[in-house]
T-cell receptor
């Protein structure tokens, strides 16, 4: 069993819809949770990160962590075609090093105009 | 543009061969990280160098090796290539030795080198 599970999609929604992307994990020691966005033929870029449980909002994006369920989510409001990309969740036990970050395999998202 | 440059963008080679992938980090970044991305395994950490020295090692095969040069660029050498080595190889850099967004700075990824082994 992988430490981090992510539905690969693809997920296709119409422009303006609310998108929910999710990851589950098995290691309760994870405390730092990140979302990376990867456009086609590009490298991943950090979108958001959160610590422990709770919500964090940044514009149209909201990251949510439920440690009791070992479940994290990324919500995108008023989705735009420019949001079409692969979204990778990532998590780590501490903040010491990127070498300890475990990435999900990514969800491909397509926003239809 | 992340500022991280990787070459070549695409590479096609045969089993048993050896290839070298090159990475130039962002100006001022001392850490370089190498990742392998495949459809079934996702993004896997291979190795990290910080200011010329190996800092951390992940699931890197013995057939693979890397180094970081005094000008901070890095090379990933892949030898005795197998079909299963076909993947996207990413280089990332960060200012400090952490690379964690809650540490000394986030990771900045290059556009990757796509390796196809036939």
């Amino acid at each position: 069993q992988k430490e981090v599970e992510q539905d690969p999609g693809p997920l296709s929604v119409p422009e303006g819809a609310i998108v929910s992307l999710n990851c589950t994990y098995s290691n309760s020691a994870f405390q730092y949770f990140m979302w990376y966005r990867q456009y086609s033929r590009k490298g991943p870029e950090l979108l958001m990160y959160t610590y422990s449980s709770g919500n964090k909002e940044d514009g149209r994006f909201t990251a949510q962590v439920d440690k009791s369920s070992k479940y994290i989510s990324l919500f995108i409001r008023d989705s735009q075609p420019s949001d079409s990309a692969t979204y990778l969740c990532a998590m780590s036990k501490g903040y010491s090093s990127a070498s300890k970050i475990i990435f999900g395999s990514g969800t491909r998202l397509s926003i239809r105009p | 543009d992340s500022g991280v440059t990787q070459t070549p963008k695409h590479l096609i080679t045969a089993t048993g061969q050896r290839v070298t992938l090159r990475c130039s980090p962002r100006s001022g970044d001392l850490s370089v990280y190498w990742y392998q991305q495949s459809l079934d395994q996702g993004l896997q950490f291979l190795i990290q160098y910080y200011n010329g020295e190996e800092r951390a090692k992940g699931n890197i095969l013995e057939r693979f090796s890397a180094q970081q040069f005094p000008d901070l660029h890095s090379e990933l050498n892949l030898s005795s290539l197998e079909l299963g080595d076909s993947a996207l190889y990413f280089c990332a850099s960060s200012v400090g030795s952490s690379g964690s967004p809650v540490g000394t700075g986030e990771l900045f990824f290059g556009e990757g080198s796509r390796l196809t082994v036939l």
